[in-house]
């Protein structure tokens, strides 16, 4: 069973960085993408970055290009979000997400989820 766990959440003031982790089991997601979304309060989620295990092609949202970076580490089965220069809108719920072999901003590409991390950035 696929299991996704994110860990790294919390309160952090504008300008300050946090990193979150997602650790992965249950299947091998060498060919897969990992991809983290964020879900802010009374918004869609939306699409954060996304990582192919194997060879680590990585694609951001304009929102975050910039400030955040995706990468793994294959020897852990754990993908990593790091957020510098954090900003008010970027609170929300952060999940990370698994599955396509190909790289898509689309939820719904994405079959297996976890249970989200709560960021907090205030100004």
């Known amino acids: 069973q696929v299991q996704l766990v994110e860990s790294g959440g919390g309160l952090v003031q504008a300008g300050g960085s946090l990193r979150l982790s997602c650790a992965a089991s249950?299947?091998?997601?060498?060919?897969?993408?990992m991809g983290w979304f964020r879900q802010a309060p009374g918004k869609e989620r939306e699409f954060v970055a996304t990582?192919?295990?194997?060879?680590?092609?990585?694609y951001y949202a304009d929102s975050v290009k910039g400030r955040f970076t995706i990468s793994r580490d294959n020897a852990k089965n754990t993908v990593y979000l790091q957020m510098n220069s954090l900003k008010p809108e970027d609170t929300a719920v952060y999940y990370c997400?698994?599955?396509?072999?190909?790289?898509?901003?689309?939820?719904?590409?994405?079959?297996?989820w976890g249970q989200g991390t709560q960021v907090t950035v205030s100004s």
């Open positions: 997400a698994a599955g396509p072999t190909y790289s898509s901003e689309s939820e719904s590409d994405y079959p297996y």
């Open positions: 249950g299947r091998t997601f060498s060919r897969d993408y």
């Open positions: 990582i192919r295990w194997s060879g680590g092609i990585t």
